[in-house]
């Protein structure tokens, strides 16, 4: 069973993004702060993150970023660019 990171600092989105994993079978854990996350990639080794792109800690996304980059993560998705000019 796949386990899945969510990062999020919003509990609804939080609750919403797991029940919904959960429900097709994953393993969903969650982190609502960067030093959390940073903590659970440690504990657990996930399969996949789904981040918060507009995360209000964003300091802190970017050492997550950082690790997951240089860890055993081989590619982290960034929005394009026009969405991101949008």
Known sequence: MAKIL????????????SNILKEDGYQVEIAQTGKSALKRIKAIE?????????????????????????????KVPEQADEERTA
């Open 6 to 17: 969510v990062v999020d600092d919003d509990k609804d989105t939080c609750w919403l993004l």
């Open 46 to 74: 996930p399969d996949v993150m789904v981040l918060d792109y507009n995360f209000s800690r964003v300091r802190v996304l970017g050492d997550v970023v950082d690790y997951v980059a240089h860890g055993r993560f081989l």
